[in-house]
């Protein structure tokens, strides 16, 4: 098991931004993917968007053309920067480690959950 630590998140209102982080010791050594995920209240977790070891990512419809996912190797870290934000996009916001083309060697952890409320 690895602790995820998730920083980033707050209060915007819409049309704002934030940048969320995600890091993960030995993440980039253990080719590990990176998935970012969301649960609004009431709501089922909707994966959101990821990124694998080769840096290929991937991004649901809702978020499309508004948040990018990328990676700092050295850091061991993953960002998700959310722009251009909506009200729907308020949840409760969780990277975790995943397996792509790789296992990682991580196996599955779970961030703590970072808040992000954006007011109209």
């Known amino acids: 098991q690895v602790q995820l630590a998730e920083s980033g998140g707050g209060s915007v209102m819409a049309g704002g931004s934030l940048r969320l982080s995600c890091t993960a010791p030995?993440?980039?050594?253990?080719?590990?993917?990176m998935g970012w995920y969301r649960q609004a209240a009431g709501k089922q977790r909707e994966r959101i968007s990821s990124i694998s070891s080769d840096g290929s990512t991937n991004y649901a419809d809702s978020v499309k053309g508004r948040f990018t996912i990328s990676k700092d190797k050295d850091k061991d870290t993953v960002y998700l920067q959310m722009n251009s934000l909506k009200p729907e996009d308020t949840a409760m916001y969780s990277c975790?480690?995943?397996?792509?083309?790789?296992?990682?060697?991580?196996?599955?952890?779970w961030g703590q959950g970072t808040q992000v409320t954006v007011s109209s």
């Open positions: 030995g993440f980039t050594s253990n080719r590990c993917g």
């Open positions: 975790k480690t995943e397996s792509h083309y790789y296992s990682c060697g991580l196996g599955s952890n």
